[in-house]
């Protein structure tokens, strides 16, 4: 059977070769390989596709491989690999307009609010804890940015280690 | 080896008492003597080159408030730097109160031991937060041995760990738990489902939150202790005013309860890397080695041949800072 996988590489020398050598040590076929240097993504990595062809057990043997090689797969057989954030914001969730706290993280690319639960306190302030799911590798930069939107409107964001 | 300890609260008493306790066991297994020869506090001094009872001390001052009510040797006029100069030492205890303005008096008393040519051990975090790499400067310049151990985590042991147990291995960064004051208060917090507030006053009526919880509560206190950590271990050269910090004084009951349906605690979590200094409150997992409850201490050190290690211990306390302290004093004679 064949897979096809995206993988996001560090433009450094060997960074391929490592990628490429467990796919042979395995048994297995390389079909394609489409890797484009001057094609950098917003994180300034380049996305390398693969077709590799081989037999089931060693083609899960590989992602898992890579995995611990610790390569990031954006995409395995088309299908984007997501990752989950949990984030607090404490404040004036709701009158600092949390409809648009919410737009604003959905306006990066591949990322959506998925779950949404707000607190209300007996004081004035209050609690917003917010699901996101992003593609795989992008958790640093939605940080990013749900750390600027509390900054903006003198929110605490509480978020994950 | 003759110890002159200033400062005589929480962790000069803790250290007389530790004294007490292992003196004969240090002799037996060390091969050394340790004879307090000089003790202060704010309101003056007992000094004698024979040797000070430690218990006495410790009844001295819980019966009067001062060692200088201490029989035959205690005094009012010798004080602070003075008392350096009046006895004759070979290690300096400095265990007066953290100042996070100016590192003051302990910034004084140790260039003073170093230009002395004097060891010194410390439990203070606010010179070493302000003043790092002058301190180390001149230690090293007056070749004396510095050891501040008990300044981060108190009976957890951090500095000594990765410097002498895991040599091998590169420490690229460290997250912990360096407060026990906070993560006593979240995990009352988290167990109780009770207010910031109420549960600081609670803190408070048990002498484990301070009158004035500023330098725990905002954050302050594991501040210096990230300094610390970032300069030792981690080899970046930062100061105080280099930490990013966020307390908890905003950490609401319905944050905690919102946390907790998807898995999560809130700990006032410290992160030491060349990317961030930073001391704010995080999410952490239930099953994770930062889900630490009560007034514990934990760090975990992530490096590049053993991975993570994590270290877990009593952050605060008279006897456990002590433990360090002593630790700190033997390594002292051993080198």
């Not at chain 1, 057990?57 to 984007?80: A, F, H, S």
């Not at chain 1, 690319?109 to 992008?138: H, R, W, Y």
């Not at chain 2, 009976?155 to 040599?167: G, K, R, S, Y």
């Not at chain 2, 877990?312 to 002590?322: I, R």
Request: proline content about 2%; hydrophobic content about 40%.
């Amino acid at each position: 059977m064949k897979i096809n996988l995206v993988l996001e590489l560090l433009d450094v020398p060997g960074q391929l070769v490592a990628v490429l050598s467990p796919i042979s040590k395995l048994g297995a076929n390389l079909v394609t390989l489409i890797h484009q240097r001057d094609n950098k993504n917003e994180r300034g990595m380049i996305p390398v596709q693969l077709t590799v062809e081989g037999e089931q057990d060693n083609l899960q043997l590989l992602i898992d491989t890579l995995i611990e090689m610790g390569i990031t797969i954006l995409e395995i057989d088309g299908v984007v690999r997501k990752e989950i954030l949990t984030t607090i914001l404490i404040g004036h969730v709701i009158d600092s307009d949390i409809r648009d706290t919410m737009d604003k993280i959905n306006e990066l690319e591949g990322t959506s609010v998925v779950n949404l639960e707000v607190k209300l306190s007996d004081e004035e302030e209050s609690s917003a804890m917010i699901v996101i799911e992003s593609d795989f590798g992008k958790k640093d930069l939605v940080i990013a940015r749900v750390n600027e939107i509390a900054t903006d409107k003198n929110l605490l964001a509480v978020n994950e280690v | 080896m003759n110890i002159c300890l200033m400062g005589f609260g929480a962790v000069g008493q803790g250290v007389a008492k530790a004294i007490s306790l292992k003196k004969k066991e240090i002799k037996e297994n060390f091969g050394f003597d340790i004879k307090i020869v000089a003790v202060a506090d704010s309101s003056g001094s007992a000094i004698s080159q024979e040797g000070l009872n430690a218990e006495l001390l410790l009844e001295t001052k819980v019966n009067t408030g001062s060692v200088s009510n201490y029989p035959q040797f205690g005094n009012n006029d010798i004080k602070g730097m003075d008392v350096l100069d009046s006895a004759d030492y070979d290690c300096l205890v400095e265990a007066t109160p953290t100042n996070i303005e100016n590192g003051e008096p302990a910034k004084s008393l140790t260039l003073k031991a170093f230009t002395d040519k004097k060891d010194v051990v410390t439990s203070n975090k606010g010179h070493l937060a302000l003043f790092f790499s002058e301190l180390i400067n001149e230690a090293n310049k007056n070749k004396v041995q510095f050891k501040f151990e008990a300044s981060v985590g108190g009976a957890m042991p951090i500095l000594n760990f990765v410097e002498e147990t895991l040599p091998s291995s590169k420490p690229e960064s460290i997250i912990g738990i360096l407060n026990g004051t906070t993560n006593y208060i979240l995990s009352r917090m988290t167990s109780e489902g009770s207010s910031y507030k109420n549960t600081l006053e609670e803190s408070q009526q048990l002498g484990i939150a301070e009158t004035d919880p500023t330098q725990d509560v905002e954050g302050i206190d594991a501040a210096c202790k990230t300094v610390i950590l970032a300069n030792s271990l981690l080899g970046i050269d930062c100061a105080y005013n280099d930490v990013e910090v966020t307390g908890i004084s905003k950490i609401s009951s319905e944050a905690i309860e919102l946390a907790s349906k998807e898995g999560y605690f809130i700990k006032l979590i410290a992160e030491v890397s060349k990317n961030a200094l930073k001391v704010s409150p995080r999410l952490v997992k239930k099953n994770s080695p930062y889900a630490l409850e009560g007034t514990l201490n934990m760090a975990t050190v992530k490096t590049d041949l053993a991975d993570d290690v994590t270290v877990v211990g009593k952050g605060a306390g008279s006897l456990e800072t002590a433990s360090a302290i002593l630790t700190d004093i033997i390594n002292v004679f051993k080198k």
